[in-house]
């Protein structure tokens, strides 16, 4: 593990992997309590965390006529509940049992005077462990866990560029606390077929909602390589997806994931890791949508045109 020499963190899935797996289960945690106060917005956007300059966040959360949030800070390794009324707890980020953490943030926010009622076992895993029953991911690494959001800091910044270049419908950069990734997607502005579902310990209708209009989807998982891995994919996937070449030359389509993979250390190890992940991402959008059939002139933008107006003024 250690801090790379141009921003991008080196760490290896093999040299935190429980950590990985404690921390899925507390963020599963924390994502539940935004998912029991925020009204419902198209795709679950209203449930995920962001990426924050101490870490993950919920940002504000409405409850009754007022605000909370919840941020875990990978600086100080606090988890911190914040109320619009000025009151705050902190539970430290220790290694600790999912159960443990699961009672003491309960607390915390009975404390805060905030009264929730989740969903108590973890979804899109298997088995799912209820979390006040979970004493089998107990272990957290503050090193290990400072540089995965040191490494989530990177790819949002970079996948931001790309959001920043669609004028079409797409999402915000958001981590998703199922399946544990930071994600961005674009929309055609089509419906697409009903999504047959099949995420463990996730209900059907979950799948629906998320994959209800046609996508191009792009994000960063810790798996898949040996730092994690870089992915894209489209939904419908059109004909000839698979088959469409994608740069830099270390990305790949993946049968068994249905997927193009880019591993992170080959970003980290680009002379231009910025570029490297643009071309990734540039062109596996380009194969779903021109694949796909979007109207691409009229949902892109140029993305020096900030640039254009910098020069005129």
């Known amino acids: 593990m250690e801090q790379g020499g141009n921003g991008w963190p080196r760490l290896r899935v ?31 956007w209203q449930v995920t965390l962001y990426v924050s300059p101490r ?5 504000a959360i409405p409850y009754r006529d007022g605000v909370f949030d919840i941020e875990f800070d990978f600086v100080d390794h606090r988890l911190r509940l914040r109320s619009g009324s000025g009151a705050a707890r902190d539970v430290g980020l220790v290694p600790m049992p999912v159960a443990e953490f699961y009672d003491r943030t309960m607390r915390a926010l009975a404390d805060l005077g905030i009264e929730t009622d989740i969903q108590g076992r973890p979804n899109e895993v298997d088995p799912s462990i209820p979390f006040a029953e979970d004493d089998q991911h107990t272990s957290y690494d503050a090193a290990a866990a400072h540089l995965f959001w040191r ?41 697409a077929p009903r999504h047959p579902g099949g995420a463990p310990n996730c209900g059907d209708w979950v799948m629906e909602e998320g994959y209800s209009r046609e996508l191009s989807s792009c994000g960063f998982w810790p798996g898949g390589g040996e730092e994690g891995a870089f992915y894209a994919y489209a939904y419908p996937e059109p004909d000839g997806f698979a088959d469409r070449p994608a740069g830099p030359s270390a990305a790949f389509y993946s049968r068994e994931n249905g997927q193009f993979l880019l591993p992170y250390e080959a970003v980290r190890a680009d002379p231009d890791p910025d570029e490297a992940l643009l071309e990734f991402l540039q062109d596996t959008y380009a194969a779903a949508a021109d694949l796909g059939g979007w109207d691409r002139p009229d949902l892109e933008v140029d993305p020096a045109r900030w640039d254009h107006l910098a020069r005129q003024g």
């Open 14 to 44: 093999d040299d935190w992997v429980e950590t990985r797996d404690t921390l899925h289960m507390w963020a599963q945690i924390v994502g539940k309590v935004r998912l029991a106060h925020a009204p419902l917005v198209n795709h679950w």
């Open 55 to 59: 870490g993950l966040t919920t940002s």
């Open 151 to 191: 490494q989530l800091l990177q790819a949002a910044r970079v996948m931001g560029r790309f959001r920043s270049r669609f004028t079409g419908k797409v999402s915000p950069v958001h981590f998703f606390w199922g399946a544990m990734d930071l994600a961005c997607t674009r929309f055609s502005g089509r419906t």
